[in-house]
T-cell receptor, first 116, second 114 residues
Framework: EAQVTQNPRYLITVTGKKLTVTCSQN?????MSWYRQDPGLGLRQIYY???????DKGDVPEGYKVSRKEKRNFPLILESPSPNQTSLYFC???????????????FGDGTRLSIL | AQSVAQPEDQVNVAEGNPLTVKCTYS??????LFWYVQYPNRGLQFLLK??????LVKGSYGFEAEFNKSQTSFHLKKPSALVSDSALYFC????????????FGKGNQVVVIP
């Protein structure tokens, strides 16, 4: 079954404690992306990646890091989490042709992070 | 930079009545436009997209959307709403060149009343 898998689904942690949210897709997609969803703000893109070792900033990259060492995985790293990063996070992937992605994205089921 | 406006926070409609969810966009060049739906505790699911061609696009679950370039709109429609259509709907836009950033609207809660 084609899917995007995020872990953990829920996490409560404290300010400053480094955490990683993993994302894995089994569709051999080139394009992967991270979003955060906040009430009244919709989804905002944090980082995206067009392929292995190619990443770029989205609209709200501050406080986050990503890596793309393998095609299937795209972890989101919070080096020093703060309460304003409490949010619902989604990973997504899609195929890309000639460096552009106009294909629909497949989303994971989300990770709810609470930073105390 | 590209952006999307979904002017209504919530859309209430009686079951069996037509459903419309509004979306306007701003982007340089011809847009790539998408609609997604989100059910509680789930990720977004793709409904339909406009890339080029016919302005009326048909998608999943009986939904369709009309691209209107002069009004920069891409409204989502369904002729007869079902209670199961109650969900959060997102419009998204990407520019046809340059970066691959996808801009989402803030979402519309649709409530279909039995």
């Amino acid at each position: 079954e084609a899917q995007v898998t995020q872990n953990p689904r829920y996490l409560i942690t404290v300010t400053g404690k480094k955490l990683t949210v993993t994302c894995s897709q089994n569709m051999n997609h080139e394009y992967m992306s991270w979003y955060r969803q906040d009430p009244g703000l919709g989804l905002r893109q944090i980082y995206y990646s067009m392929n292995v070792e190619v990443t770029d900033k989205g609209d709200v990259p501050e406080g986050y890091k990503v890596s793309r060492k393998e095609k299937r995985n795209f972890p989101l790293i919070l080096e020093s989490p703060s309460p304003n990063q409490t949010s619902l996070y989604f990973c997504a992937s899609s195929s890309a042709i000639a460096g552009m992605s106009n294909q629909p994205q497949h989303f994971g089921d989300g990770t709810r992070l609470s930073i105390l | 930079a590209q952006s999307v406006a979904q002017p209504e926070d919530q859309v209430n409609v009686a079951e069996g009545n037509p459903l419309t969810v509004k979306c306007t966009y701003s982007v340089s060049g011809n847009p790539y436009l998408f609609w997604y739906v989100q059910y509680p505790n789930r990720g977004l699911q793709f409904l339909l997209k406009y890339i080029t061609g016919d302005n009326l696009v048909k998608g999943s679950y009986g939904f369709e959307a009309e691209f209107n370039k002069s009004q920069t709109s891409f409204h989502l429609k369904k002729p007869s709403a079902l209670v199961s259509d109650s969900a959060l709907y997102f419009c998204a836009v990407r520019a046809p060149y340059g970066n691959n950033r996808l801009a989402f609207g803030k979402g519309n809660q649709v409530v279909v009343i039995p």
